[in-house]
């Protein structure tokens, strides 16, 4: 079986949900299934420049074939205007309106749809389902096409255009149940082959030196909140939540927001801005946290979570987040808040009982190990792949 992955980044360096699951799924696949697999993204690692810094061209990266091309256009200036009118009534947008907003937000890749269409893979996964990529792509893949939406409750999976997206995929391949249902109820899916996947997660990459040395700030506890700093992320109120909750409990707690940053958190003693850390500082950080937190209202999946839980961190979620939420929920390894008296209301709870937070801990490792262990994920998404093919382009059906 050959698989070719569509994304509009690839990388190592992308730190970003979408594009490091599509990476997982195609480097498992390789490993454990020795499946062909073949990539095409951009040059680009800015998801808001799509500026290119990659070469383009051919290479391998982990076993897997990867065919880099320039982005002729990145997210035009443009853009903002555009999407702040759109995003008030996206429905009573025109499909002429929401095909000018994929194309502003980029990247506008048309020599890689151009190669993709090309491809000798059996199938094509196209991760996500919002950018030009993906909406070009799959509207003339001749082969069978699977999308993996990573979607989320927001105004552009609204638009117009997408219909045609969503339309054209003869598979799917949904992160939770929580949006395979909201994807239902926007684009109707129930008649083409679609599986409930999620992610898979692997082992701790953690050395052993003290998350609080890593940090800069020895022996003091600390909170973690792990992804980009943005404000679409939650990184913004959380940073709020947290100074006001050390204005009304002071003491030595710390927060630390590790990843790439994009917001502007003001500045505060308590608080700890990494930037990017390496995967051995990110995964020796989140061991020696006290709570997680994912402050997020707009994920598919977060694989952030899970990995909290590999280290038995118990994680606090954005309440309004049905996917991080209901991950708790069926664990039993985390809890939720929906606004700043429940942040305070859960920290302290948490902050002040070690036999809980050790429970939600072992819970959470228990539903990882239990669901994402990559050798069962990956066998699961074989079979499914290989049924989507067997149906052929244009196939329905629920699988």
């Not at 070719?4 to 949900?17: E, L, N, Q």
């Not at 499946?35 to 500026?51: F, K």
């Not at 909406?135 to 939406?149: D, S």
Request: aromatic share 8%; hydrophobic share 40%; charged share 25%.
């Amino acid at each position: 079986m050959k698989v070719a992955f569509c994304t509009p980044r690839y990388g190592t360096a992308v730190m970003g949900g979408a594009e490091t699951a599509a990476r997982q799924l195609a480097e498992h696949l390789v490993s454990l299934c020795g499946w062909e697999v073949e990539v095409y993204s951009t040059c680009a690692l800015d998801h808001l420049t799509w500026e290119n810094v990659l070469d383009e061209g051919d290479g391998t990266l982990n076993g897997v074939d990867v065919h880099r091309f320039r982005a002729v256009g990145g997210r035009d200036v443009d853009f903002y205007g555009l999407d702040g009118r759109l995003r008030v009534a996206p429905t009573e947008a025109t499909r002429r309106e929401a095909q000018r907003w994929v194309d502003l937000n980029g990247p506008v890749a048309p020599d890689l749809v151009d190669a993709l269409c090309e491809t000798d893979a059996d199938v094509v996964a196209f991760y996500p389902y919002l950018h030009y990529p993906t909406v070009r792509g799959i509207a003339r893949c001749p082969r069978p096409a699977v999308l993996h939406p990573a979607a989320h409750d927001e105004p552009a999976l609204y638009l117009p255009v997408f219909r045609g997206t969503y339309a054209s995929a003869d598979g799917f391949c949904f992160h939770t149940t929580a949006e395979r249902r909201l994807v239902q109820r926007v684009h109707p899916t129930a008649d083409r082959p679609q599986i409930v996947l999620g992610l898979g997660v692997g082992a701790s990459a953690a050395t052993g030196r003290r998350g609080g040395e890593v940090l800069g700030i020895g022996e003091r506890p600390y909170v973690v909140s792990v992804g980009r700093v943005d404000d679409h992320k939650g990184s913004s109120m959380l940073a709020a939540f947290f100074a006001t909750y050390k204005e009304r409990h002071p003491g030595p707690l710390a927060l630390a927001l590790v990843g790439p940053v994009s917001a502007k958190i003001p500045p505060h003693p308590d608080i700890v801005l990494t930037g990017v850390v390496d995967e051995p500082d990110k995964w020796d950080i989140v061991r020696d946290a006290t709570v997680s937190v994912s402050p997020s209202a707009m994920e598919s999946f977060s694989l952030v979570v899970l990995e909290a839980w590999v280290e038995r961190v118990p994680v606090v979620v954005n309440a309004l987040c049905d996917p991080t939420r209901e991950h708790c929920e069926r664990s039993g390894g985390g809890l939720w808040f929906a606004g700043y008296r429940e942040f305070e209301a859960v920290l302290d709870r948490l902050l002040a009982d070690e036999k809980l937070r050790r429970l939600l801990g072992e819970r959470g490792r228990a539903y990882v190990e239990r669901h994402y262990d990559w050798p069962v994920l990956i066998a699961r998404y074989a079979r499914f792949l290989t049924e989507v093919v067997g149906r052929g382009k244009g196939a329905g059906g629920v699988y």
